[in-house]
């Protein structure tokens, strides 16, 4: 069993920039990709970007490119999410995901992660 714990959010104005960490533990050998989902108030959880196991791919929703970047460590089992140019729009609670490919999902649904984190709150402030 894989666990997910999230640190890094808080309250930030538009334009600022904040960094997400998700810490793994467990079954961390595995060869996991991971990903960050996000929820507002009333909507839907919806996809953020994804990093496969070597970090040689990855996967963007149209509305961070450019400003988010996804990256991991793998030998401190950690993933990053860097947030630039922040909008209030971005105001979310963020969740970080692991799983291991073999559910037929594609890595922009939920559906196809195993493990979940127990989300920590963005507030972006104009």
């Known amino acids: 069993q894989v666990q997910l714990v999230e640190s890094g959010g808080g309250l930030v104005q538009a334009g600022g920039s904040l960094r997400l960490s998700c810490a793994a533990s467990?079954?961390?050998?595995?060869?996991?990709?991971m990903g960050w989902f996000r929820q507002a108030p009333g909507k839907e959880r919806e996809f953020v970007l994804a990093i496969s196991w070597s970090g040689s791919s990855t996967y963007y929703a149209n509305s961070v490119k450019g400003r988010f970047t996804i990256s991991r460590d793998n030998a401190k089992n950690t993933v990053y999410l860097q947030m630039n140019s922040l909008k209030p729009e971005d105001t979310a609670v963020y969740y970080c995901a692991a799983g291991y490919g073999n559910s037929g999902y594609p890595t922009t649904t939920g559906y196809a992660y195993d493990y979940w984190g127990q989300g920590t709150q963005v507030t972006v402030s104009s």
């Open positions: 467990g079954r961390t050998s595995s060869r996991y990709f």
